[in-house]
């Protein structure tokens, strides 16, 4: 039976990993065994670029956490090793842990909780396929423009083919109309 002063330590770990596990929004699980130290380096780097948090942390004490925050189902997860990638950026830490997981080997995503929910591997991994905000934007706004930008280009073809041809502008037919009025 663990003293009264481990107990105390490790229910002060599982308050702090709660506060700070708290604000965010996506959690992605992930067992790392079997990397090496130059691929976890690569790995976390990377994952601080992205502004994502990213612990080690013992299956008990996530349970604890876990449970702490409010979700349940997470059993399955919290086997064998597990670390634990979270940001309040819905997507980075999907699409930086799913990019790694395909990259090394022994990596691999075991779930997550996508705003609120609890997810499975499938569904991270189809949330790391998610462009970034700003290409989402971008193809949001061509989506919008693009019709505009389709007539513009109807438009001068049209324009540009009745020059072609030689067919006189719309304004010509009313001219035609008055020139054989003044001969007569």
Known sequence: ??????????KQ??????SELK??????FVATRGLTVAQDTEMRAELRKNGVKFEVIKNTTLSRVFAELGFEGLDDVFQGPTAVGYSND??????VLAKFS????????KGGIIDGKVASVDEVMALSKVPDPETLQTQVAYSLLFPFTKLAMLVKAVAEKKEEGGEAPAA??????????AEA
């Open 1 to 10: 039976m663990p003293s009264e002063k481990i107990l105390a330590a490790k």
């Open 13 to 18: 770990r599982v308050e702090e990993l709660t």
């Open 23 to 28: 604000g965010a929004t996506t959690y992605v």
């Open 90 to 95: 819905i997507i980075a830490p999907a699409k």
């Open 102 to 109: 395909e990259d090394f080997e022994p990596m691999e995503i």
């Open 172 to 181: 010509a037919p009313a001219e035609e109309a008055e020139a054989p009025a």
